[in-house]
């Protein structure tokens, strides 16, 4: 039985340039069953900034650092009210796909999914 959209939970990962981490964390979480991912930036110079569409699709919202979170609250006070960013508390030292990553993005995440 295939699924529909609906049965889907939509992830969103957030870094600040949208270069390693967050396109590590979506190409990781695309392939989890039950699951549709995108990754995005919160500086103007983000290979894809972060919108309101971007927050509006999210059921849920990972940010690397705590300062992410704390510019999507800045930038998107309404969308963020009731969908709070989760802060998974990696550093900007990783390449995109580093093994170190992909270990760190699965044991912090894996355990808050819905």
């Not at 103007?44 to 309101?52: L, T």
């Not at 510019?71 to 995109?96: G, Q």
């Amino acid at each position: 039985m295939k699924q529909t959209v609906q049965d889907q939970t939509n992830l969103l990962f957030i870094c600040s340039r949208n270069q390693w981490r967050s396109p590590t964390a979506e190409s990781v979480f695309r392939k989890y069953s039950g699951y549709a991912t995108r990754s995005r930036g919160t500086s103007k110079k983000a290979v894809r900034h972060v919108s309101v569409k971007d927050l509006q699709w999210a059921d849920q919202i990972f940010v690397m650092e705590r300062k992410h979170a704390q510019r999507l609250r800045a930038e998107f006070p309404r969308e963020t009210e009731f969908k709070k960013p989760i802060v998974l508390d990696i550093p900007d030292d990783y390449k995109f796909g580093d093994p170190d990553l992909i270990n760190l993005l699965r044991t912090k995440t894996d355990p808050l999914l819905t």
